[in-house]
């Protein structure tokens, strides 16, 4: 993990550690009276150090950060120095706002110490944040290359060193640099890579709402949530949820090699995913041997209840091949347990700075989740609830069990399986 400069002048004896604590102090006292000074300008300020051992430590801590960015790993020591030479590095503090949506892209920016929030706003002015960045980690990648418009804005979370390195610099460097141009090209061709279907360049942002909602998101989702038009900051809506629990799996896997046992859960979960996708579902998360599914989020869908039990019934039908696979291996075959619940959940973006995910919260969620759990008691590998089945137009195999009392709920709930 890079360092903080304090740490490289202690380090190298340029300061004694109280020194370095004395002028941190004096450092908090400015920003609350919002008179922020970097650390080394306090340090000369008070007679502590002189300005060409500070620009040694700053040097050091640069060639350090750099080395970590995947854009330049693995370069040689050398490149790294012309680099750190032609990047500016800026101290600010925090809720600085670096960079503006909409903006030319004309630098790669690298966090050297402290946090930044990457954020877009909607047209109706809401802010969702797609990522935090800390030191050692880099954005603008592909502003490099096209130069065009910026589309998130980045600002500091607390007071944070940069690198800005120019695009025009780094373009006459890599003329004379073939490592560096071999390396820019190997991160762009990943970043590439990890569309898969197409062939367009893709945004920080775009990056990010994969992030958020999986590497398998519909370019349809894909497309409302980057034109803002689905809010992410909370909303309560009509979903369908659906869970599915491996049974028995915990059991096999103390009697199957590990390695064995990540490609089954893989191949597993592969063609659970495929099925929930087939129709219009959304992989919330995987929670060890349990996907938690949603119908109707973040985009809305009229027959959500219909198109979450086809999507039961087609992972079945996977299950059924996946376990011809198993089986011709020697290896018992799997069940799985699916609890479906129709109702209304608050859905929205989730966590803290570091880590933000889409979750939906609410009785609609446990809800599905206890019904999920019903199926061994019942003998049955998906259970609806009467709520879902009512919204259901579709003929289908559904036979009635009986009420059944649930944690949290005051009456008993009307339950169905599918046959």
Same mark, same amino acid.
């Given at each position: 993990?890079?360092?903080?400069?304090?740490?490289?002048?202690?380090?190298?004896?340029?300061?004694?550690?109280?020194?370095?604590?004395?002028?941190?102090?004096?450092?908090?006292?400015?920003?609350?009276?919002?008179?922020?000074?970097?650390?080394?300008?306090?340090?000369?300020?008070?007679?502590?150090?002189?300005?060409? %051992? /500070?620009?040694? !430590?700053?040097? +050091?801590?640069?060639?350090?950060? $750099? =080395?970590?960015?995947? &854009?330049?790993?693995? #370069?040689?020591?050398?490149?790294?120095?012309?680099?750190?030479?032609?990047?500016?590095?800026?101290?600010?503090?925090?809720?600085?706002?670096?960079?503006?949506?909409?903006?030319?892209?004309?630098?790669?920016?690298?966090?050297?110490?402290?946090?930044?929030?990457?954020?877009?706003?909607?047209?109706?002015?809401?802010?969702?944040?797609?990522?935090?960045?800390?030191?050692?980690?880099?954005?603008?990648?592909?502003?490099?290359?096209?130069?065009?418009?910026?589309?998130?804005?980045?600002?500091?979370?607390?007071?944070?060193?940069?690198?800005?390195?120019?695009?025009?610099?780094?373009?006459?460097?890599?003329?004379?640099?073939? %490592? /560096?141009?071999? !390396?820019?090209? +190997?991160?762009?061709?990943?970043? $590439? =890579?990890?569309?898969? &279907?197409?062939?367009? #360049?893709?945004?920080?942002?775009?990056?990010?709402?994969?992030?958020?909602?999986?590497?398998?998101?519909?370019?349809?989702?894909?497309?409302?949530?980057?034109?803002?038009?689905?809010?992410?900051?909370?909303?309560?809506?009509?979903?369908?949820?659906?869970?599915?629990?491996?049974?028995?799996?915990?059991?096999?896997?103390?009697?199957?090699?590990?390695?064995?046992?990540?490609?089954?859960?893989?191949?597993?979960?592969?063609?659970?995913?495929?099925?929930?996708?087939?129709?219009?579902?959304?992989?919330?998360?995987?929670?060890?041997?349990?996907?938690?599914?949603?119908?109707?989020?973040?985009?809305?869908?009229?027959?959500?209840?219909?198109?979450?039990?086809?999507?039961?019934?087609?992972?079945?039908?996977?299950?059924?091949?996946?376990?011809?696979?198993?089986?011709?291996?020697?290896?018992?075959?799997?069940?799985?347990?699916?609890?479906?619940?129709?109702?209304?959940?608050?859905?929205?973006?989730?966590?803290?700075?570091?880590?933000?995910?889409?979750?939906?919260?609410?009785?609609?969620?446990?809800?599905?989740?206890?019904?999920?759990?019903?199926?061994?008691?019942?003998?049955?590998?998906?259970?609806?609830?009467?709520?879902?089945?009512?919204?259901?137009?579709?003929?289908?195999?559904?036979?009635?069990?009986?009420?059944?009392?649930?944690?949290?709920?005051?009456?008993?709930?009307?339950?169905?399986?599918?046959?």
């Amino acid at each position: 993990m890079p360092r903080r400069i304090g740490a490289y002048l202690v380090e190298s004896r340029r300061c004694r550690l109280e020194e370095v604590e004395q002028a941190l102090a004096e450092q908090s006292v400015r920003m609350r009276l919002n008179d922020y000074k970097p650390l080394g300008e306090i340090l000369i300020e008070r007679g502590q150090l002189n300005e060409y %051992d /500070l620009k040694r !430590a700053l040097e +050091k801590q640069r060639l350090e950060v $750099l =080395a970590t960015v995947s &854009v330049f790993r693995n #370069l040689p020591l050398q490149s790294l120095r012309q680099i750190s030479e032609l990047a500016e590095q800026e101290s600010h503090p925090e809720k600085t706002l670096l960079i503006r949506q909409g903006e030319a892209g004309d630098s790669f920016c690298v966090v050297i110490s402290g946090r930044v929030r990457v954020f877009r706003t909607s047209e109706a002015g809401q802010e969702m944040t797609l990522t935090t960045l800390g030191p050692g980690e880099g954005f603008g990648e592909m502003a490099l290359l096209a130069g065009e418009a910026r589309s998130a804005s980045v600002e500091t979370i607390e007071p944070s060193s940069l690198l800005f390195l120019p695009r025009e610099s780094f373009f006459a460097l890599c003329k004379t640099n073939a %490592d /560096l141009s071999l !390396a820019f090209v +190997k991160v762009l061709c990943d970043r $590439l =890579a990890q569309g898969n &279907v197409r062939l367009e #360049l893709l945004s920080e942002e775009e990056l990010a709402v994969r992030n958020l909602f999986g590497k398998y998101i519909t370019p349809e989702i894909r497309d409302e949530i980057l034109s803002g038009r689905v809010p992410l900051d909370g909303e309560f809506k009509e979903v369908t949820v659906l869970f599915a629990d491996l049974r028995g799996f915990y059991a096999l896997a103390e009697a199957t090699p590990p390695k064995e046992i990540v490609r089954l859960l893989n191949g597993y979960f592969t063609e659970m995913a495929s099925a929930l996708r087939q129709h219009k579902g959304l992989v919330l998360q995987y929670i060890g041997d349990e996907i938690e599914a949603v119908f109707g989020a973040p985009l809305p869908l009229e027959d959500h209840p219909r198109l979450a039990v086809e999507a039961a019934l087609e992972m079945r039908r996977r299950l059924a091949l996946v376990n011809g696979d198993i089986q011709r291996r020697g290896r018992p075959p799997l069940t799985h347990g699916i609890g479906i619940h129709t109702g209304q959940a608050l859905a929205a973006n989730i966590g803290s700075p570091e880590r933000m995910a889409y979750t939906l919260i609410g009785d609609t969620v446990n809800l599905a989740s206890r019904l999920q759990t019903l199926s061994t008691r019942f003998g049955t590998d998906i259970i609806v609830s009467k709520t879902t089945r009512d919204r259901v137009e579709a003929d289908l195999p559904f036979v009635q069990l009986p009420s059944t009392s649930i944690k949290g709920k005051t009456e008993e709930v009307e339950i169905f399986s599918l046959g």
